[in-house]
Every structure is written in structure tokens, then in C-alpha cells.
């Protein structure tokens, strides 16, 4: 491991998983994930990390890249231990520190940071909110808009390791709250065990940790249209999201930033597809940007089995939790009751025509600002892989947006 852990930079980056070396300099830049993933987990054993976020066409892909193996013998380096901040110790210190100066909870992204459950609320039978606490309340936890992070737990004897999008971000200081969905045992015959990470997560209570881990993640929202996308800036006046179930994470990350600021005048256009009405993560808080912003922002559902959602899973207004439920909210009982107007079936091309923004040139980065507020379109999007695969992606080419213009959470 000593040989290895020389090779972590851009001009030579290798990584060790199952005890096998690989040398992937020349694939960073082709990294769906981003450079900065790779690089992070460069010159050492990022097995768990690898395993847990990667399909088994990525871990084929990987093959390829195989120079050798650990020499025989050699044990595989412990995992070090989490970064566990004593909270009055950052409470005594974001106390004294000077309010001007940020305080950042993931200081280092190879570090696992271990943050104990605050609240934990179950809003239907496989969706959670989850409330963790930074090390102080004012503290953020460092994550710049279009990031994730990694949760990490020991189970079963197992690393596991999941990428999360929070709902929360860095104007919420304070916390880190999550939407997840369980993938309970026995609920889908094609997955039997059901997911490890999600019900880890249901089993939880409050005052146990888990240790996140980031940031990660190719894209980055930087305000007023400009972003930086596998380390190359640019500048975009339209984002056509399209997300599906819980896929709607990133992209409303996104949204939320852009659409807090009067002064961003990035339009944005959202297709959301779901199986079941009730299924419709963040409903109010999408619902209100499209009504407070109908300039910038242009919403449209489609889900399989339209219903009544008596109990829209939603965020709320900034770090305070949970929006009332509709049954305590006259208007959003009676949103729910309403007849469904949207669409029903699944993602279809002419969907994609009718309601996302059509797309224009990149513009990169220039010394001229005249070319700066031209803008272009990028197309955002997080789903279920056969949908990306099959209609999404074929559907936006058609449209006419390039493969640079498209970007996969």
C-alpha cells in the first residue's frame, strides 16, 4: 500500500479495491461520478466506497484498468475511526468564534464524520424524514449546491456506503436533514434482503450516528446560471430537470437555490414522474416556488396511478422540520382532494417537448460578459436507470441537447 498511496494526483491516480490495484489516471476526466470522486479515494483501499455506489457494469468497467495485485499477505488497512465532535465543544467554540467566519462540519472528504439522529418522523409506510445535528447550531455541514454525501455504517459485519442528496443545505445551519426511502425485506421478489442502507437507516433511533462522508459529485450550482461540471465552468439561462421517485433530491436542491434569489434569472422547467400520487416527495414546496415564481419555474407531474395524497411528504420551510400534514391545513386538503390535472401514464417524448425548456448553446466562461448572459441549457436529471436509459436520454437527443448539455445525478 505505500507503493500506492504515491500515485494520487491527476497525473497518476490509482486505487486499490478487493485487494487489486488499478490505475484509472486515464479515466478521470470519463468518471460519470466526477474527477473529484476519484481523486478523492486516490491512493488508498476504497473498496467500500467502490462496492457500495457502483453497478456491476461500472465494477466490469473497472477490470480494465487492473495493473496488479496487493502483495499476498498484506492486511487490508483499518478503517479509521469516525470523527466523533463533541458537541459542547463546538458549541464553546462556535460561541467565541468570529460570527463572520463560516463553520464547516466535513473538513476533509476521505474523513467519515459521525453525526447523531435528532428527529426521525415516518411519513408513510416506506418513507422517513431524518433529522441529523451538526456539531453546533451554527454550524453548516458543507455542502455546496449539486453535491452529495456518502452514509456510511458498519452492518453486519459490512462497510456499506450509500450516496444521499439532503434536503437541507447550507443555509440551514444546524442540521442535515434527509427524505429516505426504505427498501423493506421482502417487498420486491427481485430484491429479497431489501436495501441494507435504508433499513439500517428505518432502524435507527434517536441519539445513534451515522458517519457521512463528502462532498461529492460532478456538478456544482454556483448563483445567476453559473455552474462548474467536471471542473469546467459554464454558464446556463434554462435547466430542464426530469426526475423520477425519490430522484427528485439533487434536482430540488438545485431548484431551491436558484429560485430563493429575485435576482437569478435562470428559467427552470421540471417534469416528476412518480407511481402513485402520494408518492410525490416535497409536493407543497415545489408547488409553492411554481405559483411564487410562474417566470422562472414551470412544474408538471406524471404519475401511473393518479390518487388522493392526504399526507404530502414535504420539507417545510427551512430548518424548523415537517410542513403541517394536509388534515391540518384546509388548503392543502383541499389541493389534495382536487382532481388530478396533470399527467397520467409515464414519460413520453412529447412530454418532454411540451413542457421542458428547449435547448441553446453552452456558453463557457469568457472575458466578455456580454457573452456570459446569453446562456444556454443544460438538462438535469435523477431516476430509475431504465427510464434515463431508455426515454429520457433518447428523448432529449431528439429534442436536440447534446451529451454535454446532460447531466446525470
Known sequence: MRQVSKHASDETCWIVVNGKVYDVTAYIDDHPGGAETILQNAGVDCTDEFMGVHSQEAKELLE???????????????????????????????????????????????????????????????TYFMRFALPSPRHTLGLPCGKHVFLCADIGGEG????YTPISG??????????????????????PEGGKMTQHLAAMKEGDTIDVKGPYGKFQYEGHGKYTLNRVRG??????????????????????????????????????????EEDIWLKQELEDMARDNPERFHLWYVVEEPGTAPTPITHGAGPGGLAAAAAADPA???????????????????????????????????????????????????????MLEHVVVPGLSAMGY????????
Open 64 to 126: 480494465k484498468f487492473i495493473i496488479g495485485t496487493v502483495k499476498p499477505g498484506t492486511k487490508k488497512p483499518a478503517k479509521a475511526p469516525a470523527v466523533v465532535i463533541d458537541a459542547a465543544a463546538a458549541a464553546a467554540a462556535a460561541a467565541a468564534a468570529d460570527p463572520s467566519v463560516p463553520l464547516v462540519t466535513l473538513q476533509d472528504p476521505r474523513e467519515r464524520y459521525a453525526l447523531p439522529l435528532a428527529v426521525k418522523q415516518q411519513l408513510n409506510h416506506d
Open 160 to 163: 456499506v456506503v450509500r450516496a
Open 170 to 191: 447550507d443555509r440551514d445551519p444546524g442540521v442535515l436533514e434527509f427524505l429516505i426511502k426504505v427498501y423493506w425485506a421482502g417487498a420486491n421478489p427481485r430484491f
Open 235 to 276: 454558464r446556463a439561462r434554462y435547466m430542464s430537470m426530469i426526475t423520477g421517485g425519490s430522484g427528485i433530491t439533487p434536482c430540488y436542491d438545485v431548484l431551491r437555490e436558484i429560485l430563493r434569489d429575485p435576482a437569478d434569472d435562470t428559467r427552470c422547467s421540471l417534469i416528476y414522474a412518480n407511481k402513485h
Open 332 to 386: 392543502a386538503a383541499a389541493a389534495a382532494a382536487a382532481p388530478w390535472t396533470y399527467s397520467k401514464g409515464y414519460i413520453t417524448w412529447d412530454m418532454m417537448a411540451q413542457h421542458l425548456l428547449p435547448p441553446q448553446p453552452l456558453i463557457r466562461p469568457s472575458g466578455s460578459d456580454q457573452q456570459q448572459q446569453q446562456g444556454g441549457s443544460l438538462a438535469l436529471m435523477c431516476g430509475p436507470p431504465g
Open 402 to 409: 447534446t451529451a454535454e448539455q446532460m447531466v446525470v445525478f
